[in-house]
């Protein structure tokens, strides 16, 4: 699995966890909504500053997003969010 596919995967996971739309992350990331679909559907690489933007959005470190460990972003998706 590429880097690409492992973000949107993890972004995606961590999002449908925290109960929020695309729209509700972008905007508590500071992001265009559209960026944040095209990040899902691997149609973008997200920079690093972006990755930063959305890992705090999501109450994550960066690298829960970036880990290639499924059990990590879903670890980090019940940890963090007090479930």
Do not use: C, F, W
Not at 3 to 8: C, D, G, N, R, Y
Not at 23 to 50: C, F, H, K, V, W
Request: aromatic share 2%; net charge positive; charged share 30%.
């Amino acid at each position: 699995m590429g880097l690409k596919q492992t973000v949107a995967r993890n972004v995606r996971t961590l999002r449908l966890a925290r109960g929020y739309s695309q729209e509700e992350l972008s905007a508590l990331a500071g992001i265009n909504r559209n960026y944040t679909g095209m990040i899902e559907r691997q149609q973008r690489s997200p920079t690093i500053d972006t990755i930063e933007k959305l890992a705090k959005a999501l109450k994550v470190d960066a690298d829960a997003l970036l880990s290639t460990d499924r059990a990590k972003a879903q670890t980090a998706s019940l940890d963090d969010h007090g479930a």
